[in-house]
């Protein structure tokens, strides 16, 4: 079992950038494929990024495309969103989640879920 947590949310405005660290503990982390998630107040929880295990494959939603880039260091056991050109859009409680592997969009795929980090961007 894995245990994770996520840093790094925080208001900003639009055209700024935001880094999001989710740091794992417990069993490896490279064990796990992961991924990001985010919901908005009355919204469903939405797929952003995901890696592999080894952090060669990446998978990306449309809406963050160009914008986002999800990397993992499996020796600090941590997995980063940099997040750049943010839009009022992108406001949203972020979520760092983990399944035994391949990486996959739907959240019900993933067994393990952070608390979530708040991003607020402003216009």
């Known amino acids: 079992q894995v245990k994770l947590e996520e840093s790094g949310g925080g208001l900003v405005q639009a055209g700024d950038s935001l880094r999001l660290f989710c740091s794992a503990s417990?069993?490896?982390?490279?064990?796990?494929?992961m991924g990001w998630f985010r919901q908005a107040p009355g919204k469903e929880r939405e797929f952003v990024a995901a890696i592999s295990r080894s952090g060669i494959t990446t998978r990306y939603a449309d809406f963050v495309k160009g914008r986002f880039t999800i990397s993992r260091d499996n020796a600090k056991s941590t997995v980063n969103l940099q997040m750049n050109s943010l839009q009022s859009e992108d406001t949203a409680v972020y979520y760092c989640a983990a399944r035994p592997s391949p990486t996959s969009i739907q959240p019900s795929d993933y067994a393990y879920w952070g608390q979530g980090t708040q991003v607020s961007v402003s216009s």
């Open positions: 417990g069993r490896t982390i490279s064990d796990y494929a």
